[in-house]
């Protein structure tokens, strides 16, 4: 018996995004045993091109996509985007096209702004986006903040949480951390070099931490727009002996990054569930984070780390601060930590959830994509915070 096949869109998958890293996760994990996956490229990330070669593959790629659904016989189209304008936009012709050859769709939203903020709320394009939103047959989202929210906005779709997961095993040869108070607090953050990570807070705190009489030191992994502002911010603020940027970190660089780090920072305006984050946790390293997105979902303030306010360097410090006295808790932190991540958020869950849904789709799947199916959730680990809710059936 043919296996469906499972069209997986998404940036290019050397691309540096926290989208190629889901996309990467899954297109290596064991869904292929029931599933034929295939990736189909889409954005600009991980692409070289001019202004004229955009053009050509943006009026170009939903043509490419028509023909691969059709001739790849593709049952189920999973759309990886975001709630921006850009992603919205782009990703609309796609799910345009796999409507019109009635393949089933799986919308997932990798963070962005929720829905009735959207579109600041305007009435023509809102209700234009809440249609939109209809179209597809199961929106997949990663918080329960999102999820709430999306249920008020079109409570009659199909809608699940499914949290992030990782392949944990690389991350479990880090120690956990035993930090002694005679020797500097190690700090990492690894992500994008972009304003709205926190890193320039997070820079403002390393320096009042600092004043406050705490010796922190901090390792930057990745790369990004800001990274030249950075150094010179460092530099201005008399920090930069205390911040290492180690460029992109990736495999056993990351590994070994995270390894010599007793804290991770992860300070950003808004997020989905950073890879980032789970990669730190799962090496039993406690985070320092704001409460956005999805992180609430996995961080328990004080058990897994402390939550501080978006923009806040000085919330930051004395985070910092509080923590540099107070070793013993770094060390009950860490374990706390891996168990977290271990059990509620490996990549083996991610893809038993996805393949109860892709099951239901392609059990309801006849040719041309015919009709729809009722779903009904796997069910989820004990350790998970907030199971996704029994959702009904729609009808055409």
Known sequence: MNRPVVLILGPDRAAISGVSTHVNLLMGSGLHEDFELVHFRVGSEGRREG?????????????????????????????????NTKAYFRDLMYLAVAKLLRARVV???????????????????????????????????LASAELEAYQLFVPEQNLVTIPNGIDCTPFLAIPVVRAQEEYPLRLAYIGRLDRAKGLYETFQALRLAQELGVDARLAVGGGGPEEERLKRYAQALGIASKVTFAGPVFGEDKVRLLAGADLMVLASYSEGLPYALLEAMAGGIPVIATPV???????????????????????????????????????????????????AFSIERVADEFATYYNQLADGFVVAGMGRTAFTPPPAPAPVARTPEKIAGRKD
């Open 51 to 83: 202004r004229l070669a955009k053009l050509l593959r943006l009026l170009a790629s939903p043509f490419a996509l028509f023909a691969t659904i059709l001739f790849r016989h593709v049952s189920i189209v999973h759309i990886n985007t975001s709630l």
């Open 293 to 343: 997105g999805a992180i609430p979902d996995v961080v328990t303030d004080g058990m897994h780390g402390v939550l501080v306010p978006p923009r806040d360097g000085k919330a930051i410090a004395e985070a910092l601060v509080a923590l540099a006295r107070d070793r013993e808790k770094i060390s009950w932190m860490s374990r706390a930590c891996r168990r977290r991540i271990c059990a």
């Open 107 to 141: 919308y997932q939203v990798h963070g962005g702004k929720l829905p009735m903020e959207f579109f600041d709320a305007r009435p023509t394009p809102t209700r234009f986006l809440r249609w939109t939103l209809t179209l597809p047959d199961l929106i997949v989202l």
